[in-house]
């Protein structure tokens, strides 16, 4: 009778910065395939990631699907072979978790050109140094990339990676690119020499007809004031290359996870490349925005500051957008002024981040908030009302199917625990003498220990499902605590300062919708979208305003989504 082979898997991983000769994905399969074919092992699966890199385990597709697949025993395998350590993973902790999970499913790790075998005691030892030593390995080569990188800025020369607008690279160098260079001029001559602001210049550009050039690492035709501010920053367009104004920083508590965080120091060198606009001018635009910045900090939020109550939760007719509040300051003939006026405006009436909304209606604040509070008041006047509400907060949460899914754990809990007591007490009375002690031993401790994974999982399947239930129980009170403030709107509202309210209608609407024009009557709103079921179906509020009467509906289906 033929003896079964032994089955294994292959893996097989290259970065993209490790392209080089012995390390193509080819070579190391050609090599596994030699090592299995001389000691009669069947390929019975093949993994290969190619372009990641190996400082984790995240982000490898294939490698985590080989690691599901040795889990779940899908095909008996004995081995993983890797052409080396190194394209087994290059931290040495995922490393050496990644074996033992492995392990745990009696798979073992052979590394053909290292000659190591995880299965013997010296391959674990050397896999342990080896791994550790790979990591430290990456972390030279991330600390000898970046000093080249420090060492280019120095000498001036760009660093890679897309050229600037306005410029373009030509073997490596930084040229100027004249069509896209002109708006590089008029964005700084605008900036420096007018009162205009990056919004401001954004709307100067579409108007005069000066465009963004698309390329591969921007497609929008339109400058927005986020680009326009970028571009004013940035010192390369006065003849500087910068190295270091972000960083990347580790995030506290993570082994890989890293986030680019702005610098006040870094390195600014003279440039080889030819500038756009001179060095004064670039200095006085960094003066300007410096000044712009503090100007709009808001040093004086108190007490008394203004409060858009609906900024955000209005929408615009046209665009769909949130209109945010605004003011202009309103003057008399003479010049002086006369009062602030406020007012919902959409945001994209302005250029923002290429978007842009022909929705130009200024909509008063004063007007579209006592609407608001007037639809409300008469809803909760209405007689039927209170009963409604009140009838709500009575209302029981239906439980019943989580509760019984708990009652289900609970009972299997305690069956498990009830086995694994049994067979701990099979173990002790076990007779040391018996021949077949070993076995019934083995035999015993495999149960055991299966009992314990059956124990585990139930345990976190009964967590899951009384989370679930308190999660429930949780809207429901928030859902009461809700309805019990529509009872007392009128109350609340009157003796509320801007702030409260704002909080008040935040967590009551969801979403207002405004006429694209002013009705007849004078009003703007349209309808009203509460956060929670207020009334099972539409129904009409009339608001008062002499002969006419503007009809607004109460657009309250749907369940709660998190008032």
């Known amino acids: 009778m033929q003896k079964e082979k032994i089955k294994v898997y292959t893996y097989t991983r290259v970065s993209t910065a490790m392209q080089v000769d012995g390390y193509s994905l080819d070579a190391q399969k050609a090599k596994m395939k030699a090592y299995a074919d001389y000691n009669d092992y069947e390929?019975?699966?093949?993994?290969?990631?190619?372009?990641?890199?190996?400082?984790?385990?995240?982000?490898?597709?294939?490698?985590?699907?080989?690691?599901?697949?040795?889990?779940?025993?899908?095909?008996?395998?004995?081995?993983?072979?890797?052409?080396?350590?190194?394209?087994?993973?290059?931290?040495?902790?995922?490393?050496l978790s990644s074996l033992q999970v492995m392990q745990d499913f009696g798979v073992n790790l052979v590394c053909v050109e290292d000659g190591i075998d995880s299965s013997k005691d010296a391959g674990k030892l050397m896999i342990s140094v080896l791994s550790a030593v790979a990591e430290i390995e990456r972390e030279n080569i991330r600390v000898q990339t970046m000093e080249g990188r420090i060492q280019k800025a120095?000498?001036?020369?760009?660093?890679?990676?897309?050229?600037?607008?306005?410029?373009?690279?030509?073997?490596?160098?930084?040229?100027?690119?004249?069509?896209?260079?002109e708006a590089i001029r008029v964005i700084y001559d605008q900036y420096v020499h007018t009162d205009m602001g990056a919004n401001g210049i954004a709307k100067y550009l579409e108007n005069h007809g000066i465009r963004k050039i698309p390329r591969q690492n921007g497609k929008n035709p339109l400058f927005d004031a986020h680009l326009i501010r970028l571009i004013l920053k940035n010192p390369v367009y006065c003849g500087k290359i910068a190295y270091g104004r972000r960083k990347m920083e580790k995030v506290r508590g993570t082994r890989n996870e890293y986030k680019l965080v702005e610098q006040d120091n870094y390195l600014l060198a003279d440039g080889v490349h030819e500038p756009i606009v001179s060095e004064e001018v670039w200095q006085a635009a960094q003066v300007k925005l410096l000044a712009q910045a503090k100007r709009y900090e808001h040093v004086n939020r108190g007490k008394d500051e203004h409060v858009h109550l609906l900024s955000g939760i209005v929408k615009?007719?046209?665009?769909?957008?949130?209109?945010?509040?605004?003011?202009?300051?309103?003057?008399k003939a003479d010049g002086t002024k006369y009062k602030d006026f406020y007012y919902y405006g959409c945001k994209h009436r302005t250029m923002i981040r290429g978007h842009k909304c022909d929705y130009k209606k200024q909509i008063r604040e004063e007007l579209l908030d006592d609407a608001v509070a007037e639809v409300i008041v008469k809803l909760v006047s209405n007689p039927k009302f209170a009963a409604m509400m009140q009838k709500k907060i009575n209302m029981k949460v239906d439980t019943a199917a989580i509760d019984q899914e708990i009652a289900n754990y609970e009972k299997q809990l305690r069956q498990h625990y009830s086995v694994k007591t049994k067979l701990a007490e099979e173990i002790d009375a076990l007779d040391p003498d018996d021949r077949h002690y070993v076995r019934r031993k083995a035999d015993l401790d495999d149960r055991l220990y299966r009992m314990y994974d059956k124990i585990e999982d139930t345990e976190s399947l009964l967590i899951a499902a009384r989370a679930k239930k308190q999660a429930i129980e949780a809207e429901k009170l928030t859902g009461d605590n809700i309805y019990k403030v529509l009872i007392y709107f009128e109350k609340l509202y009157g003796v509320m300062n801007e702030a409260e309210r704002r909080q008040l209608i935040e967590a009551l609407i969801s979403e207002i919708q405004i006429c694209p024009e002013r009705q007849p009557n004078g009003q703007w709103l349209k309808s009203i979208k509460f956060r929670l079921p207020i009334i099972e179906e539409d129904m009409s509020i009339s608001l008062d305003n002499e002969e006419q009467i503007e009809t607004v509906l109460l657009l309250v289906r749907g369940p709660h989504n998190g008032a």
């Open 43 to 95: 390929i019975v699966g093949e993994y290969e990631d190619a372009g990641k890199s190996g400082k984790s385990i995240e982000g490898r597709a294939q490698f985590s699907q080989m690691m599901e697949d040795i889990k779940s025993g899908k095909d008996g395998v004995s081995y993983v072979l890797v052409f080396k350590l190194s394209r087994f993973g290059r931290n040495a902790a995922d490393v």
């Open 154 to 181: 120095r000498e001036g020369r760009w660093n890679g990676g897309f050229a600037p607008y306005g410029y373009q690279l030509v073997d490596g160098k930084l040229m100027i690119n004249e069509e896209e260079a």
């Open 316 to 331: 615009c007719p046209v665009c769909g957008a949130g209109m945010y509040g605004n003011k202009s300051i309103k003057h």
